[in-house]
């Protein structure tokens, strides 16, 4: 449980969900040198459900914003639980952002923007924004957004 | 071509499939500091042909599952056909399982455990699982699975 | 702005269309350590616009390879305009190929030769191809084609 990132998360006042158990077999994260790699995540709810839908049919453009902030506490969680205590993040390297949308739908990059407001909120405007490739395919469950990253991090 | 690793895949009695000429302008392989990079491989037959179809109207999760341990196949193939005979992999990093699935699939993750069961019996419950995301996509030739992977090796 | 790249286009006389403003809360590069990573890039046009269209239904795969070739000279615009003067790409690592085609496409690995070729030129036939996987999904803005990249730098 990386200390430092659980005291800004305080600072700000962010509620987390429940860090979700892997859907199949993979770590959740994996520190290799100097950087954690984080493996896909959906939304998860404060109550451990998932939020669900197609972008673009089931859910609008900010509803999928909405799913892709909740990617980001659901990721925030993952790394809290998973890390140790000392680990400190410098900042965002790199994000998937994967939106669960439909052949016609044409604004992932907004989506996924409700992640990286996040991580910019949490790490800065510097820190916590790194390279992103925002796309459309198709999600387990039906979730609307899922989203891997790799952080950079003190050693 | 890495002898531990063959060594380890006669030891377990594998029986891989030709390794595959690259579809395009790319290499299969690329080892970059302590890293070893594995372009997107495809379900490669004995006889060297490849299996077809999409996941979930062709193929059902088990027949993807059966493709996707098909892919890790491939892919030791791959590895072993061009490393230097001294590589040593350490772990398995990074896993981007991509399904060739309808819309409406929802178990990309049960599909891509084949290749990671695979994995995680080649090198061991710790060191062959790494992160993974596992999704739906549309792939080249309509072929059902398509991976990516990242490794730590020796230096 | 890499002066040794910019000399090397000079050399073999490419016209770069403008680099593109982010499309959402990101970078367009990011050098961390010996490697370059670059967000994923569209296709831009000399005079600024987007090239548009689905592959295997509104572009065939000739005009989707010519697609990638703009999503390379607009990456190689980005690069150029966001890294310091003394940058020295030393080879490409690895590319992720991104083709907005439907469901029925199968030759994805075609259409992303059309950004390959064009590295294999600029940097050379070792140096300017690493690894790579070339796929089918849905694109922002309905661009034909969206690649990000990773490369090895001179430290």
Do not use: C, W
């Not at 659980?6 to 509620?15: A, N, P, V, Y």
């Amino acid at each position: 449980m990386s200390k430092k990132l659980k005291d800004r998360l305080e600072e700000i006042g962010l509620l987390l969900p429940p860090a979700p158990k892997p859907a199949g077999l993979y770590r959740p994260i994996l520190i290799i040198d100097n950087q954690l790699y984080v493996s896909g995540q959906g939304p998860v709810l404060e109550n451990g459900g998932l939020m669900y839908g197609k972008v673009g049919s089931d859910l609008d453009k900010e509803e999928g914003k909405a799913a892709a902030r909740q990617v980001g506490l659901t990721m925030l969680s993952t790394i809290i639980t998973h890390t140790p205590e000392e680990l400190v993040i410098k900042r965002v390297i790199k994000v998937l952002g994967m939106v669960n949308a439909t052949p016609e739908f044409k604004n992932h990059p907004y989506v996924i923007n409700g992640f990286s407001e996040l991580f910019a909120d949490v790490f800065g405007s510097e820190n916590g924004v790194g390279v992103r490739s925002a796309v459309g395919m198709h999600l387990p469950q039906n979730i609307p957004v899922e989203i891997e990253a790799a952080f950079l991090i003190e050693k």
